[in-house]
Structure formats: C-alpha cells, structure tokens
C-alpha cells in the first residue's frame, strides 16, 4: 500500500492553481490532476471512476461490505484540487524536514524563514518532519494533503476487507479557491446521506459552522481636469476610493479579528483619476451581522453619491456562500461520530468556527450536510504553507476509523 507521503509529493508538483474568470474549471491544468487522481482510483479497485470532462469533477464509489445483520449511511468524503492563486503553485519544490524548533530557511538565502517567532502555534509541531517549500511557491497542501488522505483511506479499505464500512463516496472538485467548488458538481454521481470535507488545518481540527460570505465591487467614476485648473470642478476616483475605505469600521479588518469576528477586506484596488475599482469580501459568522455588514457598506456608497453627485459611485454586492451550522446541528451525529473516533484514536478533538468557507459549507444548504476534517497543515495561500508527515498519516487512520463509526 503506497504512503500517503508518496502520494502528497506527487500531488503537489502538479500545478492546479484556478482563477477568477467565471469558467468552470476556470483553469485547464486542473485536469492533470484529475486525470491522474481518475486514473489511480481505477488502479486501486474504486468503483463507478468517473472523470468529468466537461466539469473537471472526479468521482468514486467504495461499495458496502456490512456483515449480516448491520448496517449505515452512505458516507461521502470530499477534497478539491485547485490551489490558491495568492501565490504561484507552479514547480513546487517540497522537501522534508524534522522541525526541531529552530527556524527553517526555506530557500537557503535568508529570504524566506519559517519560525516559531512568526508563528508560535507551530510549537505543537515540534519533534514531527514537515514538508515545506523552497519558498519560491505555495505547497498546495490545502488541499492536496485533503486528496492524498482520502486517496490512502480508500487504498487502505480496499486492501483491508475486514474492515466493515458503508458505501462510500469519493468527490475532488476543481475551483474551490475561487467558490465554484460545487457550482457544477453532479448529485445524482456523489449522493451520500453526508460527507465529511478533508479541507481543516492541524491534527485534531473538526468545524461545522463557517463564515456567511459576500464578495463586493466598488465602482467610482471621477472627472479629470488637467491639475493646474481643477478646484472646484476635479473628482478624483482614486482619492473617493481612499474616502470610502475610510468609512468602514477600522477593527472591521481581518488583521484586526479573530474567532466569530466578521470583517470587511479590501482585497484589490486599481484606477486612475477618471475611474476606480476595488473588490472586497465582506465576512460574518452571524446572519444578522452579514445583512448589517452588506448594507452599511451600500450606505457608505449612497454617502458619496450624497456628497458628490448621483453616479459618482456604484456597489455590487454578490452572496458567495453561507454558514451551515443551523444545517448541521439537527444532525450533530455526524460531528459526534468523527469526534469519538478522534477520541478513541487518542486524538484531542479541537472544534471551532471556520474563518472562510469550504465545499462543505455550499454542498451542505444543497441538502448533504458536510462538516470538516483537518489535514495536518498549516500556513495556507503563502510560502510558508507546511504539511505535518505523522499527521497525514494519522489523519488516514481517521478517516478509516469514521467509514467504521458509521456502522450500526
């Protein structure tokens, strides 16, 4: 049975970072990777394979094997494939290394050095080997660890009869950095009872509720007047952009929250004085607070139009996605059950609201409730994204150790 190690450094170097261009996938080279997952589930003795061509989904059945007299759910397990574009996922270099505690020079230049200093949570990983990067790159572990896992899961299983499980279905989707996850995803093809997404962070990490989302476009349109003649007839788009910033609540920003705190980030801003764009995402894990946030920030937008003339500023504000939790908790049997196979693993099971979204969240008010599992990484979108060896490893055991719980 191949490593779950072997399978993950072989993921990684597969570019499959997406875009933001509203294609579905919205990157061809996602394929590669789906091609190659498509073809190693056959290998292993999955069922019912099947490769999306059009869509860039891949698909997977293991079928029960209940001894007489009991039985269960389907099960779904999901991971995505796709790699944040914040940094290029483009010859990724991964190399391991036992993480004593002392910073780790990922490039060997200075440049780019991992360090409890910069990040104190990481002394939980100290004695463990972590692969990192060259730090020319993302590692891809979100979510490639998520593939990997699932992938040895489903190995193990397969070459483990004695093992007794339910049906299982197995999901990789494209996009879901971007939110198009499960835009185009097939039910009638992954259709469990629930699912678990592999998608978390450290060993021990287990969510069910998640930020409702919003991604937000701000559009201003100045006046350009050369600058020698310009008082009291220039509009400045890019100073109205600044102007608009400033309205919003200054502890409202990501850097400045934590916990269920929502926030409003400025995300990318572009224009010259004739006209200016910003995108932003707009976050809360409280409905209310969502609504309140939306509309404060079309009320900062209406405020310029006051000051400065009907026009002079446009919002568009789009829904990404919503918190499941008021989904899952009529059915927190699905969290118990991962919860006591942490426990009977002697793993310490640490739940807490996600601070974004996953496939889970958007597949869960399509009516599979879908909470999420951790991968043993760390650091995700940026050159410092690790991956802990023993805690993939021990992440497989877990998945296994859920498929069993199921069973009644």
Same mark, same amino acid.
């Given at each position: ?17 997406? +875009?933001?261009?509203?294609? @579905? *996938? ?71 290394? *036992? ?46 660890? &998520? ?37 185009? $995803? ?26 409702? /989302? =919003? ?5 201003? @349109? ?24 400033? !309205?919003?609540?200054? /502890? ?6 934590? &916990?269920? +705190? ?13 006209? /200016? ?7 809360? @894990? ?5 609504? =309140?946030?939306?509309?404060?920030? /079309?009320?900062? &937008? ?7 003339? *009907? &026009? ?14 008021? !989904?899952? !908790? ?34 869960? @008010?399509?009516? $599979? ?32 150790? $859920? ?6």
């Amino acid at each position: 049975m191949e490593d779950v190690l072997d399978r993950f450094l072989r993921y990684v170097k597969i570019d499959t970072q997406s +875009e933001e261009n509203g294609n @579905h *996938p919205s990157t061809e080279k996602q394929f590669d990777l789906a091609r190659l997952l498509t073809e190693e589930l056959k290998a292993i003795g999955v069922s019912d394979v099947t490769l999306d061509e059009e869509f860039c989904y891949v698909y997977g059945v293991i079928p029960a094997n209940l001894p007489a007299g009991k039985s269960a759910p389907g099960v779904g397990f999901m991971a995505h494939m796709d790699t944040s574009s914040a940094v290029s996922g483009a010859g990724v270099k991964p190399r391991i290394v *036992p993480f004593t505690g002392e910073d780790i020079d990922l490039g060997g230049d200075g440049k780019y050095i991992l360090s409890l200093r910069e990040f104190p949570f990481m002394k939980a990983f100290i004695g463990e080997d972590l692969v990192v990067t060259d730090g020319s790159t993302l590692l891809g572990a979100d979510d490639k660890a &998520g593939v990997a896992e699932i992938m040895a899961m489903a190995e193990y299983l397969l070459t483990h009869p004695e093992v007794p499980h339910g049906r299982l279905c197995i999901c990789f989707t494209p996009d879901e950095e971007v939110g198009g996850g499960t835009a185009r $995803i097939d039910l009638g093809r992954f259709d469990p009872d629930f699912a678990y997404t592999v998608d978390g962070g450290p060993l021990g990490g287990m969510e069910y509720e998640n930020f409702n /989302a =919003a991604s937000a476009r701000l559009i201003l @349109h100045g006046r350009s007047i050369h600058p020698g003649s310009a008082k009291n007839t220039m509009r400045n788009a890019l100073l109205m952009a600044m102007e608009f910033q400033s !309205l919003l609540p200054p /502890a409202e920003a990501p850097m400045y929250t934590e &916990g269920y +705190e929502g926030f409003y980030h400025l995300c990318d801003l572009h224009g010259d004085v004739e006209k /200016a764009e910003a995108d932003y995402i707009i976050r809360d @894990h409280d409905k209310e607070k969502f609504l =309140a946030k939306k509309a404060f920030f /079309a009320d900062c &937008g209406e405020f310029l139009n006051r000051k400065y003339g *009907p &026009g002079a500023c446009e919002t568009v504000i789009r829904d990404s996605y919503y918190n499941m939790k008021e !989904l899952i !908790l009529p059915r927190m049997e699905i969290v118990d059950k991962a919860r006591e196979a942490m426990e009977e693993l002697g793993i310490q099971p640490h739940v807490s609201p996600i601070r974004g979204g996953t496939d889970g969240a958007m597949l869960t @008010h399509m009516g $599979i409730p879908c909470p999420n599992l951790c991968t043993g990484g760390g650091n995700c979108h940026g050159r410092f994204e690790f991956a802990s060896v023993p805690q993939m490893r021990k992440i497989v055991e877990l998945l296994v150790k $859920i498929a069993e719980k199921h069973v009644k």
